[in-house]
């Protein structure tokens, strides 16, 4: 089994950053994409950043410019640098990995549990 593991969720003002970071662990034989969702209370979850194994990035509009995502492969590790949070970017911010176990000859998608972020005054 795969483990992903969210931190650097918190309460910040408008204006403020934060940094998530999402490790992986388990049996784990190769990482392809990762990506960040969020899910905001009675709203669906969405895809806000995601990432290739070499580097290509994606953002959602409302994000880009704002938001950096980045990861360490030797780490198993995906980040994203929040800049200048508003109120509208508070969610509970999910990461996503597609990952090969020693088990499995295809990729398969994993969660994380999930880590609050509340932009507040």
């Known amino acids: 089994q795969v483990q992903l593991v969210e931190s650097g969720g918190g309460l910040v003002q408008p204006g403020g950053s934060l940094r998530l970071s999402c490790a992986a662990s388990?049996?784990?034989?190769?990482?392809?994409?990762m990506a960040w969702y969020r899910q905001a209370p009675g709203k669906q979850r969405k895809l806000v950043a995601a990432?290739?194994?070499?580097?290509?990035?994606n953002y959602t509009d409302s994000v880009r410019g704002r938001f950096t995502i980045s990861r360490d492969n030797a780490k198993n590790t995906v980040y994203l640098q929040m800049n200048s949070l508003k109120p509208e970017d508070t969610a509970v911010y999910y990461c996503?990995?597609?990952?090969?176990?020693?088990?499995?000859?295809?990729?398969?998608?994993?969660w994380g549990q999930g880590t609050q972020v509340t932009a507040s005054s």
């Open positions: 996503n990995a597609d990952v090969i176990t020693a088990y499995t000859v295809t990729y398969h998608s994993y």
């Open positions: 388990g049996s784990i034989r190769s990482i392809n994409a």
């Open positions: 990432i290739t194994k070499g580097g290509s990035t």
